[in-house]
């Protein structure tokens, strides 16, 4: 009599379909407790945090509401979703998943990006897209820019910071070189980045890389390029001297703690690398992203500039003619103007904190150029547009402050470049990122006019 009781009693218990669900259940909630230690603000936001929040009230109750049934076809469901993102994983690292766009900045982050060139693979510890930082020599170089440094389309070992590092293994190998490229800033956040480097990294030398196609426009408000809910920009006060508004000061703050993030205990940042690594969530989130992009390249085109002919995909870039005028309008002369105060104040703090500063101007080139030009004796003037003279302006600026300048526009003319070599270093027809080319072609470049004569150690 006691078996057929204790038979019946284990019927009613909790079966192993049953326990699955509650497993899942407690990964969920320890999603959602990670999530909730952001500040509120940010949390009330977070779609990752009411997702997995719902997941797990659901995951929970399932076992005690549904009948064992229907349990088991939920369960099947879930083993088949977990079956396509295996396949969407073996995909991904095949890198033949077509049109997944994903680039989070948290350690060791997921970054797939098929939008120009191509780039598969993992952030490192501190959340950049380059291999792990060698903190083992002192003598430290960082590299500071926006996407030319960060580089998502190619792959993290082919980035300008790890061919200069090859370069200077030899004569100069108590250096290491440290790629801190970040996409969609400006001159603004490589301030914001140098003082980080100098907090976390200790760095002895510093290289910022001025990209000429939207770093002048992406220095002033008034040049319509980002939307003010997303980018802080320095204005001049009446003594003309550089100061944020309180919004500009608030996304400035944000932007810095971003920055240290990455450097907390990754299990904090967990929701966040779990999410970049699954492409089951980055796809929808890829497409949604498209579709954002059109709508708004849609309705910029009446306050595009097309002065000079952009496509679409350079307009996608951020890219605007005004900066190259021979004649500026007075908003691209104040942009101008706010871009070299930000490059004094950086050359102050790196005196302040005996940090050498070298600065690298990266010249774009629109497909008129290369319409129009051809063999290595070409000009950067198209009509009443010059392509170099933001470049000689920052140099003109550099030369006089003291400041090691590297015009890579010049240095390609000294060189004698022809203009189809020119075109093999850029993506989108020569007018977009750097390719594997290209960032072979700025490491030597700076390893030939930076470091060709190695400093004299003492015995």
């Known amino acids: 009599m006691i078996a057929p009781a204790a038979s019946a009693g284990a019927k009613k218990g909790l079966s192993a379909v049953d326990h699955v669900f509650i497993g899942l259940g407690v990964l969920a909630a320890a999603l959602c ?9 940010v949390v009330l936001h977070s779609k990752i945090f009411w997702a997995s929040l719902l997941a797990a009230l659901a995951l929970f109750v399932i076992p005690f509401l549904l009948r064992p049934k229907l349990k088991q076809n939920l369960l099947l469901l879930l083993i088949s979703l977990g079956l396509v993102e295996l396949f969407l994983q073996i995909a991904g690292w095949c890198g033949v998943l077509p049109g997944v766009n994903t680039k989070y900045r948290y350690p060791w982050a ?27 020599p002192t003598n430290r170089i ?27 293994a030899g004569p100069w ?12 800033t400006g001159p603004a956040h490589y301030l914001e980045v140098l003082q980080h480097a100098q907090r ?27 939307l003010k809910e997303e980018f802080f920009y320095y204005h001049l006060d009446p003594a003309g001297q550089l100061a944020l508004a309180p919004h500009d000061e608030s996304l400035r703050a944000r932007y810095a703690g971003g920055l240290a993030a990455p ?30 992009v059109r709508r708004r390249n849609a309705g910029g085109q009446s306050q595009a500039d097309h002065t000079v002919p952009m496509d679409t995909s350079l307009a996608q870039l951020g890219l605007k003619a005004a900066p190259f005028a021979v004649n500026p309008d007075p908003a691209t002369r104040e942009a101008m103007t ?27 080139f629109p497909p008129d150029f290369y319409a129009t030009q051809h063999g290595a004796a070409w000009s950067s003037r198209l009509g009443d547009f010059d392509f170099l003279k933001p470049e000689r302006e920052i140099a003109a600026w550099a030369g006089q402050h003291d400041v090691t300048v590297l015009p890579l526009g010049e240095w390609m003319q000294r060189q004698k470049m022809e203009v189809s070599a020119i075109r093999s ?35």
């Open 33 to 41: 407790a990670l999530n909730a230690r952001a500040p509120w603000p």
């Open 110 to 136: 997921r970054v797939y990006w098929t939008g120009e060139g191509h780039g598969n693979g993992i952030r490192n510890r501190h959340g950049w897209y380059y291999p792990e930082f060698n903190l083992t």
């Open 142 to 168: 960082a590299l500071i820019g926006d996407s030319f440094v960060e580089a998502v389309e190619i792959h993290r070992g082919d980035n300008m910071g790890v061919v200069l590092g090859r370069q200077l």
């Open 173 to 184: 190998r108590d250096y290491s070189v440290l790629a801190l490229g970040n996409h969609g």
């Open 200 to 226: 976390h990294f200790q760095v002895r030398e510093a290289v910022l890389v001025v990209y000429l196609g939207n770093d002048v426009t992406d220095s002033s408000a008034a040049m319509l390029t980002h």
């Open 263 to 292: 450097l907390q205990p990754p299990w904090l940042s967990a929701p966040w690398i779990l999410s970049s690594h699954c492409m089951s969530v980055q796809i929808p989130l890829s497409i949604r992203d498209k579709i954002a």
């Open 338 to 364: 706010i871009l070299t105060a930000l490059l004094q104040r950086s050359a102050d703090f790196c005196a302040a904190h005996s940090i050498k500063l070298r600065i690298v101007t990266v010249p774009f």
């Open 425 to 459: 270093l850029y993506f989108t027809g020569g007018s977009g990122h750097f390719t594997e080319a290209g960032h072979r072609f700025i490491a030597g470049a700076m390893a030939a006019n930076f470091y060709a004569a190695p400093k004299k150690t003492a015995p």
